[in-house]
């Protein structure tokens, strides 16, 4: 099993900034992928950047509407991921969920942290 925590979350105006951090703790196998999903109101989960292991390839992949504006990375040793997130819009809102696949087959995510940008 994987636990996943997660903080970093809060209330922030338009145009701001936020770090989110996730760290996890489990089985953790050397091929794996962290990332964040979020869940505005009334929408469906969607996935906003991931982020491979080094023994993975150490790739990034980011959602279109955060392309520019956020930034993952992950420390392997401390299996922990952050998401810098810049530019902050108020469309950004919602519950961002920490993510790990293990293996490309096994998925886990945390509790949600809250985002909530002001106008």
């Known amino acids: 099993q994987v636990q996943l925590v997660e903080s970093g979350g809060g209330l922030v105006q338009a145009g701001g900034s936020l770090r989110l951090s996730c760290a996890a703790s489990g089985i953790i196998y050397s091929i794996n992928t962290m990332g964040w999903d979020r869940q505005a109101p009334g929408k469906q989960r969607e996935l906003v950047a991931a982020?491979?292991?080094?023994?993975?390839?150490?790739?990034?992949m980011y959602a279109d509407s955060v392309k520019d504006r956020f930034t993952i990375s992950r420390d392997n040793a401390k299996n922990t991921v952050y998401l810098q997130m810049n530019s902050l819009k108020p469309e950004d809102t919602g519950v961002y969920y920490c993510k790990l696949t293990n293996r490309g087959a096994d998925h886990y995510w945390g509790q949600g942290t809250q985002v909530t940008v002001s106008s």
């Open positions: 982020i491979t292991s080094d023994t993975g390839g150490g790739r990034t």
